[in-house]
């Protein structure tokens, strides 16, 4: 039975495939045109989380409510090149990982049909937060795992 549900999960889980957020390499672009030519879904976190709670969904009050801003690193704005903090206030390194986790949960149900990997970018960027403390919590990454 064990190994009948392990084999079943491999063949129709997706692979999530993490994509570090670095806006000089315009990575958005990259992920969306790969996503279309190998039907990947693509989901941009930071643009995620603006777009719930710009429309004040029950999920980005929810974000909203979990919010813990942290200070950025100063060498974010010179190499991400970022004219407004748009990017940088929306990072998913402001908000608790199980409220960043449950939006990306339920964006899967919503979005996903037969994509067999997922592009998920932005979700781990802690390399951007000042502090070594912040940066050396529970990393984004190991939780998604």
């Not at 992920?31 to 999920?59: F, G, P, R």
């Not at 801003?69 to 010179?78: F, I, M, S, Y």
């Not at 970018?121 to 795992?145: H, Q, T, Y």
């Amino acid at each position: 039975m064990e190994g009948a549900a392990r084999q079943l999960r491999e063949l129709f889980s997706a692979r999530v495939i993490l994509v570090n957020h670095e806006k000089r390499l315009d990575v958005d672009t990259v992920c969306a045109n790969l996503a279309i030519k190998y039907n990947m879904l693509y989901i941009s976190v930071y643009q995620l989380i603006n777009q719930h709670i710009n429309d004040k969904t029950e999920l980005g009050k929810y974000l909203l409510k979990n919010k813990r801003a942290k200070p950025l690193n100063e060498n974010v704005r010179v190499t991400d090149g970022v004219e407004d903090d748009t990017e940088l206030e929306y990072s998913a390194a402001h908000f608790e990982l199980k409220a960043v986790l449950r939006l990306i949960q339920q964006t899967l149900v919503e979005k996903r049909t037969d994509q067999q990997y997922i592009l998920l970018e932005g979700m781990n960027n802690n390399n951007k937060l000042e502090r070594e403390s912040d940066r050396l919590a529970v990393r984004n990454m190991d939780e998604l795992f």
